[in-house]
């Protein structure tokens, strides 16, 4: 998307709804230009400040984390563990057999 935060929770708001999330994906994905710690730290900054002033809506802070091969996760736990929200997704290495895909998935 090419909207700011704040457009598409003014949109939202105006539709009705009471909260939106915004999860953009991690490091890991560098074609989506994902987000690293740094990164992250800054966007949940600017959600909390606009939540402070924003009315009728708020906004949640997530991310998409890239689950590896071993079953990590791309960002650090000190790093997700400041959001609403943290979804797990596989990007990579589709190819595994499935044993090694479900413990890759059991130990994110």
Do not use: C, W
């Amino acid at each position: 998307g090419t909207a700011t935060i704040e457009a598409m929770a003014a949109a939202a708001r105006e539709r009705g709804l009471e909260y939106i999330a915004v999860s953009e994906h991690s490091r890991r994905l560098a074609v989506a230009h994902g987000l690293d710690p740094v990164r992250l730290v800054k966007q949940r900054g600017e959600i909390e400040s606009m939540n402070a002033r924003l009315q009728g809506i708020s906004v949640l802070a997530g991310i998409e984390v890239d689950v590896l091969e071993d079953g990590s996760l791309d960002l650090p736990d000190d790093a997700l563990a400041a959001l609403d929200i943290v979804v797990a997704a596989v990007h990579s290495q589709f190819h595994l057999p499935r044993a090694v895909q479900t413990r890759r998935i059991l130990a994110a």
